[in-house]
């Protein structure tokens, strides 16, 4: 069963665009949720993230929305750039573990 | 302060052989967690290692197997090896105590099983 679900699968935005990454939850047990970048070959990278006491926290281009009754929460890119080309996972922690979602692949067209 | 480092960076295995991977913790960092990603697929959590004991197990069977040294580094051993164990294996190590929640990951380990 796949604690967390992500969507869309594959998203092609243009250069400057704005890109939205969607995930959704079923245990309130979880307590913190980051968002990572992945590129081809590497680990993940911590791009952001949020405690489910916040509705909305900011870092540059990257924003996290966080709905709690709703248990979903949205990766915003703004001004997307062609360098933002990767994969992002969404991600969630229960206790020890982090469930991740099934990723997004994002394309910027320049 | 240096990062997350994992060796070693592609192996190849044929099934039924055992394999030993390696990751040392980034500068600071006392926990040790590793992930199974399938090509495709998001991370999914083998387990965690925290002052050299298991600290939380996923869904994966007794074959996966880990240790974690003083100097807080690990290993991973997977025995009999599987062909669905071809995978990118990665280390992400964190800090059990501290102020902040994040788990830096290394680069991962490419393991093929043929």
């Known amino acids: 069963q796949q604690q967390v679900k992500q969507s869309p699968q594959s998203l092609i935005v243009q250069k400057g665009g704005i890109s939205i990454i969607n995930c959704a939850y079923e245990n309130t047990a979880f307590d913190y949720f980051p968002w990572y970048q992945q590129f081809p070959g590497k680990g993940p990278a911590l791009l952001i993230a949020i405690r489910p006491d916040v509705s909305e926290k900011k870092e540059g281009r990257f924003t996290i929305s966080f709905n709690k009754s709703a248990k979903q929460f949205s990766l915003h890119i703004m001004d997307s750039q062609p360098g933002d080309s990767a994969t992002y996972f969404c991600?969630?922690?229960?206790?020890?573990?982090?469930?991740f979602g099934t990723g997004t692949s994002l394309t910027v067209i320049p | 302060e240096t990062g997350v480092t994992q060796s070693p960076t592609h192996l190849i295995k044929t099934r039924g052989q055992q394999v030993t991977l390696r990751c040392s913790s980034q500068?600071?960092?006392?926990?040790v967690s590793w992930y199974q990603q399938a090509l495709g697929q998001g991370p999914q959590f083998i387990f965690q290692y925290y002052r050299e004991e298991e600290n939380g197990r996923g869904n994966f069977p007794p074959r996966f197997s880990g240790l974690q040294f003083p100097n807080y580094s690990s290993e991973l051993n997977v025995n009999a090896l599987e062909l669905d164990d071809s995978a990118l294996y990665l280390c992400?190590?964190?800090?059990?105590?501290?102020?902040?929640?994040?788990?830096?990951f290394g680069p991962g380990t490419r393991l093929t099983v043929l």
């Open positions: 991600a969630a922690r229960g206790g020890n573990q982090f469930y």
């Open positions: 500068s600071g960092h006392n926990t």
């Open positions: 992400a190590s964190s800090l059990i105590g501290g102020a902040g929640n994040e788990q830096f």
